[in-house]
C-alpha cells in the first residue's frame, strides 16, 4: 500500500522557518517526480514545487521561489521542504504528492500537515 | 502566469448528470487532470490524460477536453459524489496549474 506521510508543520513567526518532511513507503520513491502542493483554508489547492527523481531539475512557484527549497533522500525515502521567511499567506495546509511533472498526475497524496504562520 | 477557471459551484439532481468545467486557453492542447477532495480527505486523482480513469474510478465518471475547455462529467450522481474538484494542467512556462476548485452539490 503507498503511504505518503508528512510532518514538521506548527505554528511559526513571520520571518520564520520551518522543515517539512514526507516520508513515502509502498512503491519505488526513487523513481518518482515529487511535488508539495498546499491548500490555504477555504481555498483550492496550489502547487509548490516539484523535484526530478535525482535532483537535478526543481522547480517552484513563483510566490515561494528564493524562500523555499524542496530535496528529497532516496536512501530514506523521504522528501523535504525547507520554507524561510515564511509569511502570513503562506499558511495552509501542505500535502506531498507523487508526480505531477508534464503529463504525470498526482496519483498519490498524502494526508497534509498544517502550518500556520502568526505572530 | 497560465490560468485555469472552475465556477465555484455546481447543484444537480441525485440520479442526473453532472457536469463541472475548466477553462483555459487553448486548454485542449494540455493533458488536464481532475481530483475530488471531500471535507478534510486529501485530493484523490480521478482523471487524467483528459479521458483515462484511474483505476477503480466507475465509469459513470468521465471526461474530456476540446478548444478551451476541459470537463468533468458524473452521470447517475449520488450523496457520495458530493465533494470539491479540481482540474489540473501543466504548463511549460507555468508549470503546475490547478483550478480554483468546484464545489458540487447534490439535492
Known amino acids: 500500500e503507498v503511504q505518503l506521510v508528512e510532518s514538521g508543520g506548527g505554528l511559526v513567526q513571520p520571518g520564520g522557518s520551518l522543515r517539512l518532511s514526507c516520508a513515502a513507503s509502498g512503491f519505488m520513491f526513487s523513481n518518482y517526480w515529487m511535488s508539495w502542493v498546499r491548500q490555504a483554508p477555504g481555498m483550492g489547492l496550489e502547487w509548490v514545487a516539484n523535484i526530478k527523481q535525482d535532483e537535478s531539475e526543481k522547480y517552484y512557484d513563483p510566490s515561494v521561489k528564493g524562500r523555499f527549497t524542496i530535496s528529497r533522500d532516496n536512501a530514506k525515502n523521504s522528501l523535504y521542504l525547507q520554507m524561510n521567511n515564511l509569511r502570513a499567506e503562506d499558511t495552509a495546509v501542505y500535502y506531498c504528492a507523487t508526480g505531477l511533472y508534464v503529463n504525470s498526475p498526482a496519483d498519490y497524496w498524502g494526508q497534509g500537515t498544517l502550518v500556520t504562520v502568526s505572530s | 502566469s497560465y490560468d485555469l477557471t472552475q465556477p465555484p459551484s455546481v447543484s444537480v439532481f441525485s440520479g442526473q448528470t453532472a457536469s463541472i468545467t475548466c477553462s483555459g486557453d487553448k486548454l485542449g492542447d494540455k493533458y488536464v487532470s481532475w481530483y475530488q477532495q471531500k471535507p478534510g480527505q486529501s485530493p484523490v486523482l480521478l482523471i487524467y490524460?483528459?479521458?483515462r480513469r484511474r483505476s477503480g474510478i466507475p465509469e459513470r465518471i468521465s471526461g474530456s477536453n476540446s478548444g478551451n475547455t476541459a470537463t468533468l462529467t458524473i452521470s447517475g450522481t449520488q450523496a457520495m459524489d458530493e465533494a470539491d474538484y479540481h482540474c489540473?494542467?501543466?504548463?511549460?512556462?507555468?508549470?503546475?496549474?490547478f483550478g480554483g476548485g468546484t464545489k458540487l452539490t447534490v439535492l
Open positions: 490524460q483528459d479521458v
Open positions: 489540473q494542467a501543466w504548463d511549460r512556462n507555468s508549470y503546475v496549474v
